[in-house]
């Protein structure tokens, strides 16, 4: 059974840092593109960050751009986000996804994702 599993959510203060990983099972998923998404109360699920099967290649939305880092150990079969410069806006339910196929491309869209996890509460307080 293929899992994603999240974790490294919890409460910080305007300006600091958080590590989440996702940690996958049942699948070895070092070849695929792997992505960060985030969802706040009635608010559409969004693309925060995404990075390619390789690790050579990453994307992000502008609105985490210089403050989040995406990265991967494919020896672990983690995949990372450190976010810093936190702000309340970030406040949502993270989840991490994997992509479709082997060396699949990137993608900033959830339907080119097909296995997500369960997610993770960030929550920022101002």
């Known amino acids: 059974q293929v899992q994603l599993v999240e974790s490294g959510g919890g409460l910080v203060q305007a300006g600091g840092s958080l590590r989440l990983s996702c940690a996958a099972s049942g699948r070895t998923f070092s070849n695929y593109p792997m992505g960060w998404f985030r969802q706040a109360p009635g608010k559409e699920r969004e693309f925060v960050a995404g990075i390619s099967w390789s690790g050579g290649s990453t994307d992000y939305a502008d609105s985490v751009k210089g403050r989040f880092t995406i990265s991967r150990d494919n020896a672990k079969n983690t995949v990372y986000l450190q976010m810093n410069s936190l702000k309340p806006e970030d406040t949502a339910v993270y989840h991490c996804?994997?992509?479709?196929?082997?060396?699949?491309?990137?993608?900033?869209?959830?339907?080119?994702?097909?296995?997500w996890g369960q997610g993770t509460q960030v929550t920022v307080s101002s």
């Open positions: 996804a994997a992509g479709y196929r082997k060396f699949g491309s990137l993608s900033p869209l959830a339907g080119g994702y097909h296995y």
